[in-house]
């Protein structure tokens, strides 16, 4: 019989549904545990068992788990989504598996106590910041506030509410709007704090990294394009980055520095960051592989499947992480430009003939209703794409500019959402 890897919910995207076909290639029966089957989009191909509980409460699950499986038959926990990591360490830390620490998980949820752990590291660029839980309170630092800026909630993931506010009006109509929120899109409770910082210029980078028993691996560095303001829209990345070899020693050492800080000892990280005066900016710190296809990225330029190595270190495996990139690998998303309904989509076709191009997904349909794009929700497609030069892998990826998505008419935010 074979042993399982528990999976405590998992990503939307594609690589949520890669990682229960991976745990079959290694010999292990992959076990979905989730409240919502019907969130998963190919899950019904997927030849894994699925326990449907609650899986937003770490008890109940601790309760749930003994009544389906004997505990020598577990081999690991682990997940894909953002939002259950501390889930997972929790259950990792009662039942004796392999894992972070709970607290550096908890840590790495939520961004203002990164910010406040880190704040003192001298290898890190230290932005202001100020957390806010209540609106009255943004007149008590509106003096200390500079702009443009950046406000988020420290509890959500996908770039879901990050917005660049250039006045105090917009600072406060984006408050509003976050203290709001008592529930993120898996109904979970949300922390109802919104991080108020400093607004930092300049290109921006991934940093994937992977540990094993306290030692780092960093696998690379990723070149992110964003767009799309005052939203902070991810619209394509390229691995490895192009960047020169004195931004990568800056990265190293910052990144060896911050894990240090913040107890990381297990499985990956993916970080968001910018140089600034030769020091690392952290944007964002992500207890997990990175999301918009990167693991696939990476994969496709160095031939080692990030994803697998995950879950590897979760069933006790050794990853193997020491592979040299061999090519660049790149995506583009396609993004509707405008709010409204689908007529047509056209030029798809023409993308999966190009030489070099390695995936085409579109769920752009007729008839779809679309708002505009303010996170990584609501992207419609993507292309992947490998060559041997960086303005050839550019090029590729630009024909995605040639796809159109037309719409039969246009609509209003407010009208779409009544």
Request: charged letters at 25%; glycine letters at 8%.
């Given at each position: 019989?074979?042993?399982?890897?528990?999976?405590?919910?998992?990503?939307?995207?594609?690589?949520?549904?890669?990682?229960?076909?991976?745990?079959k290639e290694l010999g292990y029966d992959p076990v979905l545990l989730t409240s919502e089957p019907?969130?998963?989009?190919?899950?019904?191909?997927?030849?894994?068992?699925?326990?449907?509980?609650?899986?937003?409460?770490?008890?109940?699950?601790?309760?749930?788990?003994?009544?389906?499986?004997?505990?020598?038959?577990?081999?690991?926990?682990?997940?894909?989504?953002?939002?259950?990591?501390?889930?997972?360490?929790?259950?990792?830390?009662?039942?004796?598996?392999?894992?972070?620490?709970?607290?550096?998980?908890?840590?790495?949820?939520?961004?203002?106590?990164?910010?406040?752990?880190?704040?003192?590291?001298?290898?890190?660029?230290?932005?202001?910041?100020?957390?806010?839980?209540?609106?009255?309170?943004?007149?008590?630092?509106?003096?200390?506030?500079k702009f443009p800026c950046i406000v988020k909630p420290v509890d959500d993931s996908g770039s879901?509410?990050?917005?660049?506010?250039?006045?105090?009006?917009?600072?406060?109509?984006?408050?509003?709007?976050?203290?709001?929120?008592?529930?993120?899109?898996?109904?979970?409770?949300?922390?109802?704090?919104?991080?108020?910082?400093?607004?930092?210029?300049?290109?921006?980078?991934?940093?994937?990294?992977?540990?094993?028993?306290?030692?780092?691996?960093?696998?690379?560095?990723?070149d992110k394009s964003i767009g799309g303001e005052p939203y902070c829209i991810e619209t394509g990345?390229?691995?490895?980055?192009?960047?020169?070899?004195?931004?990568?020693?800056?990265?190293?050492?910052?990144?060896?520095?911050?894990?240090?800080?913040?107890?990381?000892?297990?499985?990956?990280?993916?970080?968001?960051?910018?140089?600034?005066?030769?020091?690392?900016?952290?944007?964002?710190?992500?207890?997990?592989?990175?999301?918009?296809?990167?693991?696939?990225?990476?994969?496709?330029?160095?031939?080692?499947?990030?994803?697998?190595?995950?879950?590897?270190?979760?069933?006790?495996?050794?990853?193997?992480?020491?592979?040299?990139?061999?090519?660049?690998?790149?995506?583009?998303?396609?993004?509707?430009?405008?709010?409204?309904?689908?007529?047509?989509?056209?030029?798809?076709?023409?993308?999966?003939?190009?030489?070099?191009?390695?995936?085409?997904?579109?769920?752009?349909?007729?008839?779809?209703?679309?708002?505009?794009?303010?996170?990584?929700?609501?992207?419609?497609?993507?292309?992947?794409?490998?060559?041997?030069?960086?303005?050839?892998?550019?090029?590729?990826?630009?024909?995605?500019?040639?796809?159109?998505?037309?719409?039969?008419?246009?609509?209003?935010?407010?009208?779409?959402?009544?």
């Amino acid at each position: 019989m074979k042993r399982k890897l528990l999976f405590i919910e998992s990503n939307t995207t594609g690589t949520g549904m890669l990682a229960l076909q991976r745990t079959k290639e290694l010999g292990y029966d992959p076990v979905l545990l989730t409240s919502e089957p019907n969130r998963y989009e190919g899950l019904r191909d997927q030849s894994c068992e699925i326990v449907v509980c609650d899986t937003n409460d770490p008890e109940k699950l601790a309760e749930t788990i003994p009544l389906h499986f004997k505990r020598e038959d577990i081999a690991g926990i682990t997940t894909t989504s953002e939002y259950y990591i501390y889930t997972v360490a929790l259950l990792a830390k009662r039942f004796g598996w392999r894992g972070n620490p709970p607290i550096a998980m908890k840590t790495c949820r939520n961004k203002a106590a990164v910010r406040a752990m880190l704040r003192d590291l001298p290898e890190l660029y230290q932005p202001w910041f100020f957390t806010v839980d209540h609106v009255q309170q943004l007149e008590e630092i509106k003096q200390h506030i500079k702009f443009p800026c950046i406000v988020k909630p420290v509890d959500d993931s996908g770039s879901n509410q990050v917005v660049k506010c250039l006045s105090f009006t917009e600072l406060h109509g984006q408050v509003k709007e976050i203290l709001a929120v008592k529930r993120n899109v898996r109904q979970q409770p949300t922390a109802q704090v919104a991080l108020i910082e400093e607004y930092v210029e300049g290109p921006e980078y991934s940093v994937e990294v992977f540990s094993y028993e306290g030692r780092h691996s960093i696998i690379g560095i990723t070149d992110k394009s964003i767009g799309g303001e005052p939203y902070c829209i991810e619209t394509g990345h390229i691995f490895p980055s192009l960047a020169s070899n004195r931004i990568k020693t800056v990265v190293e050492t910052g990144v060896l520095s911050m894990l240090k800080k913040l107890d990381w000892r297990f499985g990956p990280c993916h970080l968001e960051i910018k140089i600034v005066d030769e020091k690392l900016f952290l944007v964002e710190c992500n207890g997990r592989l990175a999301g918009g296809m990167i693991p696939e990225l990476i994969r496709h330029a160095t031939g080692m499947d990030v994803l697998k190595e995950q879950l590897k270190a979760a069933v006790g495996l050794s990853p193997e992480l020491g592979s040299q990139p061999l090519q660049y690998a790149g995506i583009r998303f396609l993004i509707p430009k405008e709010a409204g309904e689908i007529q047509e989509v056209t030029g798809i076709e023409q993308l999966r003939q190009l030489p070099g191009v390695k995936e085409v997904v579109c769920r752009a349909e007729p008839g779809k209703l679309v708002q505009r794009v303010v996170n990584a929700y609501g992207r419609l497609g993507y292309i992947i794409a490998a060559a041997a030069d960086g303005k050839e892998l550019h090029q590729l990826l630009s024909q995605m500019d040639n796809v159109e998505v037309k719409m039969k008419e246009r609509v209003s935010v407010a009208e779409f959402s009544e």
